[in-house]
Nanobody, 125 residues
Framework: QVQLVESGGGLVQAGGSLRLSCAAS????????MGWFRQAPGKEREFVAV????????YYADSVKGRFTISRDNAKNTVYLQMNSLKPEDTAVYYC??????????????????WGQGTQVTVSS
């Protein structure tokens, strides 16, 4: 198991940027595929982005493609989500999650075994 702590959320105006961080503790962070998900009030949790254990594969939800960038630094046990051109509809609690299984990156939240506590992102219009 890996423990995850998100940071970097906050209030930003539409068109602005934020960078979220997710610090991991525990063993073998570099073997985990890492995902970002978000949940807006009254809505289900949705996939945002995922990065493979090596960083060689990334995948994004259509709603954030071209605006968000996921990256990782295995030496620092940290995964990042750079969010640019933010929109009010990006307002949500953002969660990072770890998938310790081998193979393809996954976009379904139920397939992730470890979760952080979440960080609030609010985008004002």
């Amino acid at each position: 198991q890996v423990q995850l702590v998100e940071s970097g959320g906050g209030l930003v105006q539409a068109g602005g940027s934020l960078r979220l961080s997710c610090a991991a503790s525990g063993r073998s962070f570099s073997t985990y595929n890492m995902g970002w998900f978000r949940q807006a009030p009254g809505k289900e949790r949705e996939f945002v982005a995922v990065i493979s254990w090596s960083g060689g594969t990334t995948y994004y939800a259509d709603s954030v493609k071209g605006r968000f960038t996921i990256s990782r630094d295995n030496a620092k046990n940290t995964v990042y989500l750079q969010m640019n051109s933010l929109k009010p509809e990006d307002t949500a609690v953002y969660y990072c999650a770890a998938d310790g299984r081998l193979g393809r990156v996954r976009v379904v939240s139920d397939e992730y075994g470890s979760w952080g506590q979440g960080t609030q992102v609010t985008v004002s219009s």
